[in-house]
């Protein structure tokens, strides 16, 4: 499964495979191959592009999202923290993500999309929060980039109560939106010191 996640930049991912999926796309380029599944956590213009989703968008695309997204997206399906939605072979939970920056009342999204016996959380933008234990997971993308969500330190805090098999930093590479290789470094050597967890090669 760690082989098939593949970071598009800041807090982009792409999940590839049967459905192919897409979470917050930003800057993306076009595909021949449209997205079975486009997953979005807030309104906010790098998580919710609408001209990217354009981009990736298909005749049959699947466009999961809060309320607040439905406004600036046709066609969205609407998504409350806890609440689960089957697409295809891929089951998909909304959970909770805020922080102070984006209080719970935002109604802010993170993900654990269940595909291939295998358990993926994309945190979105939040902070360790006290649900965080309620999740279970086998990856974990986290932010890391300390702006309006967790920085280094606090990632690997949730590294820590989430114990997945493998991590990935998120919401890092483009200066104006935090993040930079230093966080990711920081961000290593602290996972590194939790010696239960394993790394994906693209972590280390």
Known sequence: MID????????????IGSPLIYIDPWR?????????????????????SPADIEKLRGPNTVIIGNAMVATLVDGVTILRPWQVMNVERVCIKAVPAYNSHHPQQFGGLGYVISVDHYDVYYAGDTDVIPEMPKIRCDVAILP???????????????????????????????????GTLVDVKQFRQGVESLAEIVLPERVR
Do not use: K
């Not at 098939?4 to 807090?11: D, K, N, Q, T, V």
């Not at 993306?28 to 919710?48: F, N």
């Not at 967790?150 to 098999?165: F, G, Q, T, Y």
């Open 4 to 15: 098939r996640i593949e970071w598009l930049g800041h807090a982009s991912f792409r999940i």
């Open 144 to 178: 890391i980039g300390g702006r309006q969500t967790m920085d280094a330190n606090n990632a690997v805090e949730a590294v820590r109560v989430l114990r997945p098999r493998w991590v990935i930093p998120s919401h890092w590479g483009n200066p104006s939106e935090g």
């Open 28 to 48: 993306v380029t076009r595909r021949d191959t449209p997205a079975d599944i486009i997953l979005l956590t807030h309104d906010h213009y790098d998580h919710c």
